[in-house]
Structures are given as C-alpha cells and as structure tokens.
C-alpha cells in the first residue's frame, strides 16, 4: 500500500475516524458534530488519504474501541501512543 488510507467507524461517542500508513495506525479522529466535519478534519490532517476498508491490524484497533460512553483506559490509545500495529 502507497501512501495513507483512512475509515470511519461507530463509536458510542459516534462516528470517528482512524488513518493508517504503512507502518502502521498514523491518526485517530474523535467526532465532530458532524459525520462529515469528521471526514473533512481527516482530509486536513491526511490530505492523500483515501477511504478504505481496514486491514486487519487497524480493524482489531478499531474493534478494541470502547462501546460504551467511559472510555477512560481506552485500548486504542495504547494502540496509537505505543508501537505501531502492522498493516
């Protein structure tokens, strides 16, 4: 994969964002108020950015996403501060 891909996905704060490259997750966007106030703060940050389907390294980040509304010691952050995941 060239360059850097970007999804959108439901949360129960809803709908965020997560861009990843090739070396792994790059961004996590938090919702707008707006789905598409979301996809347009992605664009900004990742202009190259395409929309895609996650692979799976990002997709098991994005399934360790918190469902319900306390998200204190969210997974993910550990996910995007930490080592990258391989995609």
């Known amino acids: 994969m060239a ?3 970007y999804t959108i996905f439901d949360t129960a704060v809803g709908r ?3 861009a990843w ?3 792994g997750i790059i961004g996590v966007q938090l919702p707008e ?3 598409i106030e979301t996809r347009r703060r992605l664009f900004r940050l990742y202009p190259d950015a395409r929309e895609l389907r996650p ?3 990002v997709e098991t980040a994005i399934e360790f996403t ?3 509304p306390d998200c204190s010691a969210s997974p993910i952050m550990f ?3 930490a080592e990258p995941v391989n995609v």
Request: proline share 14%; glycine share 20%; aromatic share 0%.
């Open 3 to 5: 360059g850097c891909a």
């Open 33 to 35: 108020v707006r789905e």
């Open 16 to 18: 965020c964002g997560i």
């Open 66 to 68: 918190p469902t319900m």
């Open 79 to 81: 996910a995007v501060c």
């Open 21 to 23: 490259g090739e070396s």
């Open 55 to 57: 692979p799976p390294g």
